[in-house]
């Protein structure tokens, strides 16, 4: 049974950088894409973007000049750092796994409200 | 960019009834690449039906999700109670490469 489980901070001012990881229990990297989504109730479920089992990555293009995603699969892990952030990034983060055939996404961590405040 | 239109935006049903929800895309859309979610106040959207009709494990029968192209429709043919929740609709494309949600449907009891 696939499991994702994602920590960081949930409180920064304004120009911080926002930082989360997700662990991965049970199940492989390989064949899979694994994404960062956030929820707000101003934009709803916003795609953030992904990173696959070889490192390649594709973002949001309205976010893509402040987002980078990692992978340490040697940790069955997988992180997002999101820069310069302001208060219209506060919302839930989710992280997730796409299929590679569909890009539907099956398993999903359990979120964290990231809030962005001075 | 592939913009999803879920409507209604609110659904008030009683427990039995049928629900039609629909999804239309602003151009169309790959059906191998239409998904749909339920989510729960608190919880992570969980997924129903991937490639628009293939039910995920675990989905209920009552659940059926159709369409192609820009029209697209998850259908609850008899409500349960822990079927209320939000529903959302999302594709993949990938000129560029992008993930989109529909901005959902409530699904409320009347």
């Known amino acids: 049974q696939v499991q994702l489980h994602q920590w960081g901070a949930g409180l920064l001012k304004p120009s911080e950088t926002l930082s989360l990881t997700c662990d991965v229990y049970?199940?492989?990297?390989?064949?899979?894409?694994w994404s960062w989504i956030r929820q707000s109730p101003g934009t709803g479920l916003e795609w953030i973007g992904e990173i696959n089992h070889i490192g390649s990555t594709k973002f949001n293009p309205s976010l893509k000049s402040r987002v980078a995603i990692s992978i340490d699969k040697s940790k069955n892990q997988f992180s997002l750092n999101l820069t310069s952030v302001t208060a219209a990034d506060t919302a839930v983060y989710f992280c997730?796994?796409?299929?590679?055939?569909?890009?539907?996404?099956?398993?999903w961590g359990q979120g964290t409200l990231v809030t962005v405040s001075s | 960019e592939i913009v999803l239109t879920q409507s209604p935006g609110t659904l008030s049903l009683s427990p039995g009834e049928r629900a039609t929800l629909s999804c239309r895309a602003s151009q169309s859309v790959n059906s191998i690449y239409l998904a749909w979610y339920q989510q729960k106040p608190g919880q992570a959207p969980r997924l129903l039906f991937y490639g628009a009709s293939n039910r995920a494990t675990g989905v209920p029968g009552r659940f059926s999700g159709s369409g192609s192209g820009t029209d697209f429709t998850l259908t609850i043919s008899r409500l349960e109670p822990e079927d209320f929740a939000v529903y959302y609709c999302q594709q993949y494309g990938d000129s560029p490469p992008k993930v989109t949600f529909g901005g959902g449907t409530k699904v409320e009891i009347k």
């Open positions: 049970g199940g492989s990297f390989s064949g899979y894409y």
């Open positions: 997730a796994r796409a299929q590679g055939g569909h890009r539907n996404f099956d398993y």
